[in-house]
C-alpha cells in the first residue's frame, strides 16, 4: 500500500537542473587541482591552466546535463581543458600553438619523475608552500589551485577585500614564474622539511576554519577544504606525520557539532559527546593506530594520540588523564614549546590537581595568550581564589575577539 | 681601470608609459654596443620586480627564508651594469649615458680595489 494516495509529486526539472549542476560542480571542484596540475606540466604555464580548466567547467555545464556525466569526468575534464588550452594559444600567438599540440597529444604517460612520487597534484602542492613564497600566499595559492576556490570565496575566508586577495594571487603566481619556482617534487633528502612545510599551510587552513565563530559558514568550509586536501595528500606520500595530520584533523572536526550551544563555546569536559561524529572518529582513531604501529612519532602523530585519548573517552570523567600528560611529555620532548607546557599542565591538573598544575602555568612567559588567562583562571577557580579567577578572565576576555569564545568566558566569570 | 656598477632606481611595481618601452629598450641596446665596443662593458641586466625577490638568512645555519624584497621602499633597484672606467668622472658620464638611455636616475658607486 503506497503512504498517500494520488499521484507522488517528483522532483521538478528545475530541481533536477540544479541538483544536477550541484554535482557537477562538486566533481569539478573535487577535480580541479589534478586538472589543473596536469596541465601546469604540460603548458608550463599557471594562468594558462587556470583558465582552461575553468573553459572546461563550462562545457561540462553545458553537456553534462544533456549527455551525462562522464564514466572518468576527471579524464574528460582533463582532455577538455587541454583543447581549450590549446584553441586559446591559437588565437594569442600562432608560434606556440604547435608545441603545445604536441605536448597535448603525446604526453598521455607520467612525466619524468624527479622526486620519489610521480602525480602532478604533488608538484603543485610543492610549488604552492614553497618556501620562498609568504605562508598567507602559500595558503591562498593552495585554496585556489588545489582546491579550486574562487578567489571571492578566498578572500571573504579570510576577511580581506577581493582586490586585496587577487593581488596577492596574481603576485605569488608572478614570482613563481619570475623566480622560476621550480614545478616538482622535492628530492629525497629535502622531502622531510619541505613536506612539513606543506603539512602546516594545510593544518593552518584547518583551524582558520576550525577557529572561527559560529555562522561564518565559508570559514568552516574552510576545515572540510583542508580535510579534503590532506586526505589527497596522504593517499600520495606514504609518510606518518601526514596520516597523523589526517587524524588529528577528523578527531578535531568530528567534535564540531558539540562544540558550541547557543552561540558560546562549550568546552571538552562539558561537550554532549553524542554529538560527536562517530563516523570521523572511527577513522581518526584507525589512523592513529596505524600510525602507532609505524612507530615513527612526529608532532602530528602525538596530537593526533591525544585527541584519541579524549575521544576514546565516553564521557570527560572517563578521561586517561595518565596517558594525556605522557602524550605531553612526548610532544614536548619532539617540539618544545610554551603552548605544549600549557596544555600539559591542564592534564596535569586532572592528576595531580590544580595547585601543582598552576605552578607550572605560572612560570610560562604566556600573558599576551588568551588561552593562558582561561587556564590560569579555571585553575584558581578549583582553587577557591575567586577574586584572582575573575581577574584572569577579566584578561582572557579583553585578548578574544571570537564571539562563541566570549559567550563562554563571559558565562563562566559571572557564575563565580 | 676601476670597475663600477651603475644601478638603475625606478619606482616599485614601475610600468614604462606606452611607446617609452620600445624607445627605452633600442636606447639601451645601443648604450651597450657602444660600451661594448669601447670595451667598458664587464655585466649588465634587468631584474624581474622586488615582489618576485627572496630574502635568505643563513647565519644561523638553516636558512630563514622570507618572500619579498630586503626592505620594503618605495625605489628599487630594477638592473644594473658593471662598467669599466678610468675615474669617477668618466664613470659619471657613461651613468649620464645610461640614465638618458633607460629614462632612469642611476647611481654609481665604484668597487672595492684589491689592495
Known amino acids: ?416 | 681601470m676601476t670597475q663600477y656598477m651603475l644601478s638603475v632606481i625606478h619606482p616599485e611595481d614601475f610600468a614604462y608609459a606606452p611607446g617609452d618601452q620600445e624607445r627605452a629598450f633600442a636606447q639601451v641596446d645601443a648604450f651597450n654596443t657602444e660600451i661594448l665596443e669601447s670595451g667598458r662593458w664587464v655585466f649588465g641586466g634587468g631584474l624581474v620586480p622586488p615582489s618576485s625577490a627572496t630574502v635568505v638568512d643563513g647565519r644561523s645555519g638553516a636558512a630563514v627564508v622570507t618572500d619579498g624584497p630586503y626592505v620594503e621602499v618605495k625605489e628599487q633597484l630594477g638592473g644594473f651594469w658593471v662598467v669599466e672606467a678610468a675615474d669617477q668622472d668618466e664613470a659619471l658620464e657613461l651613468a649620464r649615458k645610461a640614465s638618458a638611455a633607460c629614462l632612469h636616475p642611476v647611481e654609481v658607486r665604484a668597487f672595492q680595489g684589491e689592495g
Open chain 1, 1 to 416: 500500500m503506497p503512504d498517500s494516495p494520488g499521484p507522488v509529486a517528483g522532483p521538478s526539472r528545475d530541481q533536477l537542473d540544479a541538483t544536477i549542476a550541484d554535482r557537477i560542480t562538486e566533481i569539478v571542484r573535487a577535480e580541479h587541482g589534478r586538472v589543473v596540475a596536469t596541465l601546469i606540466r604540460r603548458l608550463g604555464d599557471i594562468d594558462l591552466a587556470e583558465d582552461a580548466a575553468a573553459d572546461a567547467l563550462v562545457t561540462a555545464l553545458e553537456r553534462w546535463p544533456a549527455d551525462g556525466i562522464p564514466p572518468n569526468p576527471g579524464a574528460w575534464l582533463t582532455t577538455t581543458a587541454g583543447n581549450k588550452a590549446i584553441d586559446r594559444i591559437r588565437r594569442e600567438n600562432k608560434r606556440d600553438a604547435k608545441y603545445a599540440e604536441a605536448a597535448m597529444l603525446t604526453d598521455d604517460t607520467p612525466p619524468p619523475d624527479h622526486g620519489p612520487v610521480e602525480d602532478d597534484r604533488l608538484r603543485l602542492i610543492f610549488t604552492c608552500c614553497h618556501p620562498a613564497l609568504a605562508p598567507e600566499n602559500r595558503v591562498a595559492l593552495t585554496l585556489r589551485l588545489l582546491g579550486g576556490l574562487t578567489v571571492a570565496e578566498i578572500a571573504h575566508a579570510f576577511l580581506v577585500p577581493e582586490t586585496t586577495m587577487a593581488q596577492r594571487i596574481t603576485r605569488s603566481k608572478q614570482k613563481i614564474k619570475n623566480a622560476k619556482i621550480p614545478y616538482r617534487v622535492p628530492r629525497a633528502e629535502d622531502l622531510r622539511a619541505r613536506l612539513d612545510g606543506v603539512l602546516a599551510v594545510l593544518y593552518l587552513i584547518f583551524n582558520e576554519g576550525y577557529l572561527a565563530s559560529e555562522g561564518e559558514g565559508l570559514r568552516a568550509d574552510l576545515s572540510t577544504e583542508a580535510v579534503r586536501l590532506t586526505r589527497q595528500l596522504a593517499a600520495l606520500v606514504d609518510d606518518p606525520e601526514v596520516a597523523g595530520l589526517l587524524a588529528l584533523m577528523l578527531l578535531t572536526e568530528a567534535r564540531r557539532p558539540a562544540r558550541t550551544a547557543d552561540g558560546a563555546l562549550v568546552t571538552l569536559d562539558e561537550q554532549d559527546r553524542s554529538l560527536w561524529d562517530a563516523t570521523l572518529v572511527d577513522e581518526g582513531h584507525r589512523l592513529v593506530r596505524r600510525c602507532l604501529t609505524t612507530n615513527r612519532p612526529g608532532p602530528y602523530q602525538v596530537q593526533a594520540a591525544i585527541n584519541a585519548v579524549h575521544t576514546d573517552a565516553l564521557d570527560a570523567s572517563m578521561t586517561d588523564w595518565a596517558q594525556v600528560v605522557q602524550l605531553y611529555d612526548q610532544l614536548l620532548a619532539l617540539q618544545p614549546s610554551p603552548i605544549v607546557e600549557l596544555n600539559r599542565a591542564v592534564a596535569v591538573a586532572e592528576l595531580d590537581g590544580p595547585e601543582v598544575a598552576l605552578s607550572i602555568v605560572d612560570r610560562l612567559d604566556l600573558a599576551a595568550y588568551h588561552p593562558w588567562h582561561v587556564a590560569r583562571a579555571e585553575l584558581l577557580r578549583r582553587m577557591h581564589r575567586y577574586d584572582e579567577a575573575r581577574a584572569a578572565y577579566d584578561r582572557a576576555l579583553e585578548l578574544t575577539g571570537n564571539e562563541a569564545e566570549r559567550a563562554h568566558l563571559t558565562g563562566r566569570r559571572d557564575s563565580l
